[in-house]
Structures are given as structure tokens and as C-alpha cells.
């Protein structure tokens, strides 16, 4: 006879955007290994806004980081974008780096003596882009942000939120899938935060998948999905 089975009929037809399978990665020192990130496993559907959530020192950076290609861990399955991140040589994961994920950085992570416009086209560069076409995407993306009057500037002439706006743009100039966001809004007052969330949001709402750290209870309230994340593991995984 043949079996009707259910669960497979509501699956979604979708591949997931970002998977982890038993994700652990250990730092060794000072004696005993610690577990910052310890079998974590979830899976986020394309174009989500997802939170991760948890107190400090609980792996939430550095399950990011190994999201990203950014660390390698010491065991477990990534895929990002149809990428078997795990399993990829440092050639790939450069490339990886640099054409399917964005990374947005607490403290900016601007190059101090590279004006706003070479900032934000370097991923460009790196990824061979042809400078006419280079030039018009980085300038209508410094547009998008809010900050094409800046292209000229230093990082340090800007501030915070102009700065994190400018790592938005550089994190978007080769067009990832994926934006990978770590307290995006830690280093700014609540009405520069409040404008990168903003701009955040309008990215998830044109179908990029976003994966937020953030501590604020408020933004994660706007999560599709929240992973709390407690010593490393994976406590709750909570869908609104
Ligand atoms: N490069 C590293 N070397 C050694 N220990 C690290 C490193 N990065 C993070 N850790 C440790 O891993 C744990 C998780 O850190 P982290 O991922 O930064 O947490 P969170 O972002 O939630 O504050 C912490 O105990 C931290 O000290
Ligand atoms: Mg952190």
C-alpha cells in the first residue's frame, strides 16, 4: 500500500538560505579547550530576518564568524547560499567571502586612509568588477544609504552612522544573498541605530536573508525567527 506521508507534503520547496548541522568550534589555551560554539543546528529560509540573541560571551560572534568563512570550525556542516561552507580550501573561502555573504561589523571595520568611495568599492576590486560599472554601483549605493555627499571623505570625518552606512554599502557592492550583521547598531546613539535598522530592514524587505547579533530585545521582537543562544549551544529557536 502505498503510504501518504504528510510531513514531506508541508515542507517548503525551498532549499534553506543558511544551514548549520552540529556546528562546534572549540579555541584551545590556557588548559581545557572551550566550547564557544557546541552543536548548534538550525536552518533559515531565504530572504528571513532572523536575531541572534543570548548574554555576552555566549558564541554568538563566532557562530557568525564560521556562518561567514570568517573561522573555520572544528566540526559540523555550513551552507550558505547552496555553499558547503565547511568543506571549502582558503581560495574558495576567500571567494566565498567576498561574493556571498555581507559582513557588518560592530566597530565599522572601515580602512582609515581609504576614502568612502574606495571603502565601499574595495570588495568590487578585489572581486574584478570593471571600473565604469564599479563606480556607478558603488555610487548608487553610497545613494541608497544616504551618504553619496561623503564618497570623497575619510571614515573619521563621518559619523558613526554614516560610517556604519558606508559598511552596509561595501558589504553590498557584490550583491550577496546573504548579510550577516553583528550589533550593527552597538557602537551608535538610537537615532543613527534606529536609521541603520531602518536600512536594514528595507534590504530584508528587497529578499536579502538577514542574520542579526543583537542584544535589544526590541529588534529581535521584529525577527521572522530568534536563536537564543546560551554557553555556546543553541537554547530556543522561537518563529513569530
Ligand atoms: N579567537 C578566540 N580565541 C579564544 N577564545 C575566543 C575567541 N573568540 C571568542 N572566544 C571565546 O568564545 C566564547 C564566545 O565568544 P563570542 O562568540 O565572542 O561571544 P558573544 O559574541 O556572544 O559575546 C567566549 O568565551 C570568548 O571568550
Ligand atoms: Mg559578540
Redesign the pocket.
Known amino acids: 500500500m502505498l503510504k501518504y506521508d504528510i510531513d514531506s507534503e508541508i515542507e517548503p520547496l525551498t532549499a534553506p538560505m543558511v544551514a548549520a548541522h552540529g556546528l562546534t568550534k572549540l579555541?584551545s589555551?590556557g588548559g581545557a579547550d572551550?566550547r564557544?560554539v557546541s552543536d548548534v543546528s538550525f536552518e533559515l529560509e531565504p530572504g528571513i530576518f532572523a536575531a541572534i540573541t543570548?548574554p555576552?560571551?555566549?558564541?554568538?560572534?563566532?557562530?557568525l564568524h564560521l556562518l561567514g568563512g570568517i573561522e573555520k570550525p572544528s566540526s559540523g556542516e555550513i551552507d550558505v547560499a547552496g555553499t558547503p561552507v565547511h568543506a571549502l580550501g582558503e581560495s574558495e573561502l576567500a571567494k566565498f567571502r567576498l561574493m556571498q555573504v555581507g559582513f557588518i561589523f560592530q566597530a565599522f571595520h572601515l580602512i582609515p586612509n581609504l576614502t568612502i568611495f574606495n571603502n565601499v568599492a574595495m570588495p568590487g576590486l578585489l572581486a574584478g568588477v570593471a571600473s565604469a560599472a564599479l563606480r556607478d554601483r558603488v555610487l548608487r549605493l553610497l545613494e541608497t544609504v544616504g551618504i553619496r555627499d561623503k564618497a570623497d571623505r575619510l571614515p573619521h570625518e563621518l559619523s558613526g552612522g554614516q560610517q556604519q552606512r558606508a559598511a552596509i554599502a561595501r558589504a553590498l557592492v557584490n550583491d550577496p544573498q546573504v548579510i550577516l550583521a553583528d550589533e550593527p547598531t552597538g557602537n551608535l546613539d538610537s537615532a543613527a541605530g534606529d536609521a541603520v535598522l531602518q536600512l536594514l530592514g528595507e534590504l530584508n524587505d528587497r529578499g536579502k536573508t538577514l542574520l542579526m547579533?543583537t542584544h535589544d530585545a526590541r529588534i529581535a521582537g521584529w525577527a521572522g525567527k530568534q536563536l537564543r543562544?546560551r554557553d555556546?549551544r543553541l537554547v530556543t529557536t522561537a518563529e513569530a
Not at 555576552?56 to 557562530?63: A, R
Open positions: 579555541f589555551g572551550l564557544a543570548g555576552s560571551g555566549s558564541g554568538k560572534s563566532t557562530l547579533v543562544m555556546g
